[in-house]
């Protein structure tokens, strides 16, 4: 059942307790399209690593971030990157709506 699967999330090779959020959505045939997402905020380089663990296989992925010397992006890069991330969440969200009112 689903309660066999979870998702594992690692900062830096520690496992992560906090600001953890999922979400399921059932599909055809009773299958089930999870996704899992942290909040978090870093002042050094930090590798995330999220973990699906269930009954019909594992699958891994990972992020570097990198944090870049103020100097050196300067706040404009930085903002112009925020709003690119932003803008590909909220794509993903209406997609996700989308796909409630399809099924």
């Not at 932003?86 to 099924?103: F, G, I, L």
Request: aromatic share 12%.
């Amino acid at each position: 059942g689903p309660d066999d699967s979870y998702f594992v999330w690692k900062k830096n090779g520690q496992k992560m307790k906090a600001c953890i959020t999922e979400q399921s959505h059932m599909l055809f045939n009773g299958r089930v399209h999870v996704l899992s997402w942290v909040k978090d905020s870093v002042s050094e380089n930090t590798e995330y690593k999220c973990s699906f663990i269930s009954n019909v296989g594992n699958t891994m992925s990972k992020v570097l971030i990198t944090v870049e010397d103020k100097d050196g992006v300067g706040h404009n890069g930085w903002t112009k990157e925020f709003y690119n991330w932003r803008s590909a969440v909220s794509e993903h969200d209406k997609m996700m709506q989308n796909w409630r009112k399809t099924w």
